[in-house]
């Protein structure tokens, strides 16, 4: 069983409180299998990035792992805190953990960590230490996908609008709506696999397969490969826009003749004017944007 100190980070509004729900009821199991547990709760965007590196600096009590609790957002905090102390911590720094209670929660996914308070625990208690890389744009980690173009509309969307639904079916409320006005977007994208310039759907560069609540964006994409997988949608109609979700929900819109993948370790993202990028249900970048791989930039406990 896995010694040292817990430091569970919880977001108490995600997935409608089941954030604080979940940290309560992990926490209660780590602390009868003798673990010392302490949670706290964010109150803010940045909270868990500034707790992280709080109980990083403090020392006081090096714990062992961090454990977000909450959506991709929190989790992309603590690993952004977790990534930059490694570098001079190395194995010292502490694991992630991953405790999935958000409304999307595709890097859990990535793992294959439920939600369950019970399998959280176990994962805690009794699994390994996986080096996980990282993506890196403009200087700033991200865990899953990050986007350019329409799909990074439809997370802006999503937020705005506070969609009452959550993960796959918020996106998918918020692709139609978007796509019955969207426009193509003018991109340049250089990396290994060379130029790419063209007006684009969108482009999205993987470090998982799924985004938005498990939309399997890169089916063929890993966390521990080294490369990101980048897939590109050319311009097309609205309406074939539109008929592309199914096959991207199944994972094979790569079928499609507007659709192509290619793999990196890098790539730089140009247009005319600036395109947000969305990674992880946040706003993370603008154009022009690099994006690079960060190999084993963290460790993740995993099953």
């Known amino acids: 069983m896995n010694s ?10 995600s997935g409608k409180g089941r954030g604080s729900r979940t940290a309560d009821a992990v926490s209660a199991i780590l602390r009868a299998n003798g673990v010392e547990v302490e949670v706290l709760h964010t109150a803010a965007s940045g909270d868990a990035e500034r707790l ?13 792992c961090i454990v977000a609790c909450g959506g991709d957002g929190t989790v992309q905090e603590i690993a952004h805190a977790l990534a930059d102390a490694r570098t001079s911590l190395g194995d010292a720094c502490p694991t992630l953990g991953l405790a999935p209670s958000g409304r999307c929660n595709d890097f859990a996914r990535a793992f294959h960590i439920p939600a369950d308070p019970s399998a959280i625990a176990d994962v805690l208690l009794n699994g390994l230490a996986q080096p996980t890389d990282l993506g890196r744009v403009n200087g700033r980690y991200f865990c899953t996908v990050v986007t350019a173009g329409v799909d990074a509309e439809v997370s802006s969307f999503v937020d ?9 079916l918020a996106y998918l409320y918020g692709a139609i709506r978007v796509l019955i006005r969207y426009r ?15 007006p684009l759907l969108l482009a999205s560069t993987a470090n998982t397969s799924c985004y938005g609540g498990a939309i399997r964006i890169a089916p063929d994409a890993r966390p521990d490969d080294g490369r990101l997988d980048l897939c590109v949608v050319d311009r097309v109609s609205r309406l074939r826009a539109i008929t592309l979700i199914p096959s991207l929900l199944a994972g094979t819109h790569g079928r499609c003749p507007s659709v192509h993948f290619v793999r990196t370790q890098r790539l730089t993202i140009e247009s005319p004017g600036p395109l947000e990028l969305w990674a992880d249900g946040e706003n993370i970048a603008r154009t022009p944007a690099t994006i690079e791989v960060v190999p084993a930039a963290i460790r993740v406990q995993v099953r």
């Open 160 to 168: 705005a609008m506070r969609v009452p639904l959550r993960g796959t």
């Open 52 to 64: 992280t590196k709080e109980a990083i600096a403090d020392g006081k009590r090096p714990f062992r």
């Open 4 to 13: 040292g100190p817990v430091l569970i980070i919880a977001n108490p509004t």
């Open 184 to 198: 193509p977007y003018d991109m340049t994208l250089t990396g290994d696999f060379g130029v790419i310039e063209k």
